[in-house]
């Protein structure tokens, strides 16, 4: 089972990034996929999910409005489109695979972690 993130970087507030994650050795398409950022000294906070069951989305109230989850099963990848970002977003990403159709919004829902990806934003 592996989970690659990627797409981190530096970036200007009010900027945007793409994060992706990768997922192979799982049926990955039968997985609810979320996205977890942490920063030093803080706990792993949820940012957003996509059930595999019916596609259906959330996200923090941190970044709703301005983050959209999405996956393409055929490519085996789930995005994280992060616009309008701010300082308070900087923190290593971490994508997460939960088996069960509904995804979770907390850590220990989650079977399977990729490595971080870090995302820096400067004011």
């Known amino acids: 089972v592996q989970l690659q993130a990627s797409g981190g970087g530096l970036v200007q507030a009010g900027g945007s990034l793409r994060l992706s994650c990768a997922c192979s050795?799982?049926?990955?398409?039968?997985?609810?996929m979320g996205w977890f950022r942490q920063t030093p000294g803080k706990e792993r906070e949820f940012v957003a999910r996509?059930?595999?069951?019916?596609?259906?989305?959330r996200y923090s109230d941190s970044v709703k409005g301005r983050f959209t989850i999405s996956r393409d099963n055929a490519k085996n990848t789930v995005f994280l489109q992060m616009n309008s970002l701010k300082p308070e977003d900087t923190a290593a990403y971490y994508c997460?695979?939960?088996?069960?159709?509904?995804?979770?919004?907390?850590?220990?829902?989650?079977?399977?972690w990729g490595q971080g990806t870090l995302v820096t934003v400067s004011s």
């Open positions: 997460a695979a939960d088996n069960h159709p509904i995804g979770g919004s907390f850590r220990y829902q989650y079977n399977h």
């Open positions: 050795g799982l049926p990955c398409s039968r997985y609810s």
């Open positions: 996509v059930n595999w069951s019916d596609g259906n989305t």
